[in-house]
Nanobody, 120 residues
Framework: QVQLVESGGGLVQAGGSLRLSCAAS????????IRWYRQAPGKQRDLVAS???????TYADTVTGRFTISRDNAKNTMYLQMNSLKPEDTGVYFC??????????????WGQGTQVTVSS
């Protein structure tokens, strides 16, 4: 079974930093598009950042200049570096990835979510 396993969430003071990781396991041939979403309490799940296989990155206006998305294709792992964290960044963060399995079938997966809490 293929899956995305997230880690790196936790409790941090405003102004601090966290790095989220999302490791893809299983018979994955290649990862294509990677995205990070977050869902604040009582709110919808919003796109935070994305990176294509070609390295093109996009960011939500609320995180531009503070967050950085990256990927390590050799390790099938993606990251979200979060700096200058604000209480408004609090929420559950989900990674998403699509790509190709070793069977050459396409896939799209979600991570289990990791809680990020930023205190004032």
């Amino acid at each position: 079974q293929v899956q995305l396993v997230e880690s790196g969430g936790g409790l941090v003071q405003a102004g601090g930093s966290l790095r989220l990781s999302c490791a893809a396991s299983g018979s994955i041939f290649s990862l294509h598009d990677i995205r990070w979403y977050r869902q604040a309490p009582g709110k919808q799940r919003d796109l935070v950042a994305s990176i294509t296989n070609g390295g093109r990155t996009t960011y939500a206006d609320t995180v531009t200049g503070r967050f950085t998305i990256s990927r390590d294709n050799a390790k099938n792992t993606m990251y979200l570096q979060m700096n200058s964290l604000k209480p408004e960044d609090t929420g559950v963060y989900f990674c998403y990835a699509n790509g190709i399995l070793n069977t050459r079938s396409s896939f799209a997966l979600w991570g289990q979510g990791t809680q990020v809490t930023v205190s004032s």
